[in-house]
Each structure stands twice: as structure tokens, then as C-alpha cells.
């Protein structure tokens, strides 16, 4: 078994608004961070650069990889320009036209590869049970068995936590308001049609409204 640091993670970090929560979250835990941005041919480069500018802000290691197959698997509105965002679910499969068959996992195999090289034990990510997507790949039995996987498949002791599981988007807000994120915040990127300032109006756009406004906190991205 391959001896980790357990007071080292790896941040699957997005630019958007639940990673830079989790960011902040494994900056007040962890020793050492590392923050792991995946270029997959998301429709929209603003969210990488919204990545780069949020671990410079914060002072963290970021590092950007590459995966470039999802592109040509097609099927998601995230990585088609030619399926349009829509807040109705696919009939195919009963979820969001921004599902990405298999993203979550092989994100998170990507960033045991690179938590393995830089001994790193804890993986964060940001993903959430009680989101409106429902995508199965955010589900806590996901979890727990890919990290089953990742143990037995890296013979190394990874734990995967996700800080944000269980949380409404009006408690991820006040968790983002504890862990001193609000700031970064202001330069995270949620918007679905790639917008900046925010559309409002895409499903992404209107959750995260919901989300403050449930909260009580004015969203630092709309305040001048
Ligand atoms: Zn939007």
C-alpha cells in the first residue's frame, strides 16, 4: 500500500461556485492544496479562466489537464454547441441535457493519478446529492465505490470527501460565507450560456440566485 499524506488534497476545481467553496473548505483543512482544473471541451473557456484566476486569488497550486474525449462522445449540451441548454430533461434518460455520462468519474480517477504523484490522500469535490440534477454520478453510493475502486486499483488509501454532499444551495452559500470564499466568489463562473455578467435566466443562473437569495446573502458576482 502507497503511504499518502492525509493532510494533502487534491480539489477538483471548476471555477464554478461549489468547488470554490470546496477550495476554501480544504484551504482551512488541509496542509497542502492542490487545485485540479479539467479542460474537456466544455462549451464555455470562461470556465477555465474563471479556475486560474480563483487559485491565484486564493494562493493555491493550480493545475490544468486535459481531456479531450468527451468532445467526441457527444451527447451533452456541456460539449455539443449543437444541443442547446434546456430546462426540460432529456426523454432519453430522464435528466438534464448537461449530463455528462461518466464526467464525475473519470474526473475523479484523473485526480487519483495525480493525488498518487503528488501524495496526496484526500480528493475534494464539490458534488451534491441534493442538487436538482439528480445526475447519478454525484450520489454517495458513487462515491464510496469509486473509492473502494481507487484504493484497491492505485493500492493507496484515498479518501474522498465532499464537503457539500448534503447541502442545500442556501447552506453551501453560508459554508462559502464561513470558510471566507465570498470574495472568490465574485470571480467564479456559473452561468450555463457562458455569460459575463450572468445570463439570470439559464437553470445554472437561476439556482444560484435561489441559493443567496434563501440565504440571505446579496451574491458577490451581481454586486457592483
Ligand atoms: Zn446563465
New binding site residues.
Partial sequence: LKKLCFDTAVVLFSGGQDSTTCLYYAKKNYKKIYALTFDYGQRHKIELSAAKEIAKFAGVEHTQLEISGFKQLGGSSLTSPNIPVSSELSPANNLPTTFVPGRNIIFLTYAAAFAYQNNAGVLVTGICQTDFSGYPDCRIETMNSLEETLRYGLDADFKIVTPLMYLSKAETVKLAEKFGALEALSLSH????G?KP?????P??LLRARGFQEAGIPDPLLVP
Fill in positions: 456559473t452561468c450555463y450560456n455569460q450572468p445570463c439570470q435566466n439559464c445554472a443562473c
